[in-house]
């Protein structure tokens, strides 16, 4: 998810409701904290934007993906703004703490494609001293699983540049398949970039044996 569905513009606008046939579940009222082997995934909250505003606007963060905000006032903002996602049931946001500190080092992201979270679409976003350290595999496969087990996900789809070369080896790793290249699909500083499509289906994720299900999920 390279074009991520916040933007600031999106503050002066209603947030809709889940359509009317969709059970509110407890995920709306507040995110479960999931706890991996290395990582805590857990809800964002408004004082993780100093920590999220130094790590995420970095040039090698950004490089491949929609800006982030620019501010700490700004990451507020946003987060102000998953949370509202959220209770409308449509886009949950964790945020990615390592175990034994509960500092947010980045963000995993995952919006409905279509009303019901039949199909979704992930997106991704660490702090750059905590890359290759694990800690993307980990969080990766917490956020997978609850897709598929909680947010009733059958297809999870993620867009990647395809000059992103650490994100498109992130999500083989991960087991995603991609599926094609769209062309001239992202527009970044001013030039349209092609995207690789990807997707896991909860099938495949399940025949692969699960694959590690380290999930422990505490509802708080
Ligand atoms: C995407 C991101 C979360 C992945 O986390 P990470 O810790 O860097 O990922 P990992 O190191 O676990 O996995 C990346 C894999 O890509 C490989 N890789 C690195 N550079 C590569 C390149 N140029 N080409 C192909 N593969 C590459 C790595 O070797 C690694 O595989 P390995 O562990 O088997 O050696 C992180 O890089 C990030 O936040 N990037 C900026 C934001 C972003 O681009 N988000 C993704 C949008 S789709």
Not at 9 to 37: H, N, Y
Request: some cysteine; aromatic content about 10%; glycine content about 8%.
């Amino acid at each position: 998810m390279e074009k991520m569905p916040y933007s600031p513009e999106l503050d002066l606008m209603p947030v809709q409701p889940a359509a009317k046939d969709i059970t509110t579940t407890d995920w709306q009222q507040r995110l479960p904290v999931l706890v991996g082997t290395s990582v805590v995934l857990r809800e964002l909250r408004v004082s993780d934007a100093y920590s999220l505003c130094a790590l995420l606007t970095t040039e090698e963060v950004t490089r491949f993906i929609s800006p982030p905000p620019t501010t700490v006032e700004g990451f507020e903002r946003f987060i102000a703004w998953t949370h509202r996602m959220r209770a409308a049931g449509t886009y949950a946001c964790f945020a990615v703490t390592a175990a034994g500190c509960d500092t947010a080092i980045g963000i995993f992201q995952v919006r409905e494609l279509e009303p019901g979270f039949g199909s979704a679409e992930w997106g991704f976003a660490i702090g750059s001293p905590f890359w290759g350290t694990g800690v993307f595999e980990d969080g990766a496969r917490l956020v997978v699983e609850f897709a598929f087990d909680v947010l009733g996900v059958h297809r999870l789809e993620a867009r990647c540049a395809v000059r992103n070369g650490r994100g498109n080896g992130a999500l083989r790793k991960i087991g995603a398949v991609q599926e094609g290249v769209l062309r001239k699909s992202f527009l970044k500083d001013g030039q349209y970039l092609d995207q690789s499509l990807y997707a896991i289906v909860e099938d495949d994720w399940r025949a692969s044996c699960a694959p590690a299900r380290v999930a422990s999920m505490i509802v708080h």
